[in-house]
């Protein structure tokens, strides 16, 4: 049984197709799914909890949790209205996280000192509803920028709450990870860990403790090798646990149970029962 720990279930790219991929993620033995709820921007933030509703009981769905948040490239977009909004989801059953959130620097759609500001003001926010955060992070080219100002704010600013989180799409060095896993995060592995060239994030995936291990999709985006470049969906969180399994010399199904324990141990959810019981 797997969780996708980060997807992107509200991506328009799935309009057509929606029930069918989460049937799918179903029979690839996926269970549960964090959806993310960023929306476009701040304006549609909540269409990760509108679907963690439209398919509560569903036979043969995963169990859809959300999240809600104003991404790095959407910061210039935060006003007061979209705080209002956001301290609204959070208080919501459905909304176990506030993400993703965080600092690009990589596209720099927001200025970098906006993004700083919005991801402060974010941590405000989930803090005072006691909800973990779920982190993005990318750097420039060649340089770890975006890591060091992230993990000097999540050291300063988050750390003290105790309330942890995760650091998505992992693709920092392993001081990074040992930083982020002492303020109390998990690591979470997405697609790009089957890419050739990913070796730095392999070498990383080697050493972080098992019990601090996610996987994800980041659906619709990255998807694993043998699909690269195509539209990525829940079901092929398999081949990020499958890598992970060879990278850790272990059974995909240890990889599968451990990362399944990890969320559920997070974020203090149940997992979903296989069969009815009589
Ligand atoms: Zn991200
Ligand atoms: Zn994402």
Redesign the pocket.
């Known amino acids: 049984m797997l969780i996708d720990s980060?997807?992107?279930l509200d991506s328009p790219r799935y309009a057509e197709d929606r029930e069918a991929l989460l049937h799918r993620a179903w029979q690839a033995g996926v269970r549960t799914i964090l959806s993310?709820g960023?929306g476009e921007g701040p304006d549609t933030m909540h269409q990760a909890l509108d679907l963690s509703r439209q398919f509560k009981n569903h036979p043969e769905i995963p169990k859809i949790f959300a999240s809600a948040g104003i991404?790095p490239h959407e910061a210039q977009l935060a006003d007061e209205e979209a705080y209002t909004k956001l301290d609204q989801l959070l208080s919501e059953p459905e909304v176990i996280a506030c993400g993703?959130i965080g600092l690009d620097y990589f596209y720099d759609h927001s200025p970098r000192n906006i993004q700083k500001t919005v991801f402060r003001r974010q941590m405000e926010i989930a803090a005072s509803h006691k909800q973990p955060i779920i982190i993005?992070c990318r750097p420039s080219d060649n340089s770890t920028n975006a890591w060091d100002d992230t993990l000097d704010l999540l050291e300063e600013a988050w750390k003290p709450t105790g309330l942890g989180g995760i650091l998505?799409?992992f693709t920092g060095e392993w001081h990074h990870a040992r930083r982020a896993l002492d303020a109390g995060f998990l690591i979470s592995f997405a697609g790009n860990i089957t890419f050739p060239k990913a070796q730095p994030i392999r070498d990383t995936a080697e050493l972080v403790p098992l019990d601090s291990i996610l996987v994800e999709t980041?659906a619709p985006?990255l998807a694993p090798v043998p699909n690269r470049g195509k539209r990525n969906e829940p079901a092929f969180v398999r081949e990020v646990a499958a890598k992970l399994a060879e990278i850790r010399q272990i059974d995909p199904e240890a990889v599968a149970s451990r990362t399944t324990e990890n969320f559920h141990r997070f974020f203090r959810t149940a997992p979903q029962p296989e069969k009815r019981s009589n």
Do not use: G, N, P, V
Request: charged residues 15%; hydrophobic residues 35%.
């Open positions: 980060h997807a992107h993310i960023i991404h993703e993005h998505h799409c980041d985006f």
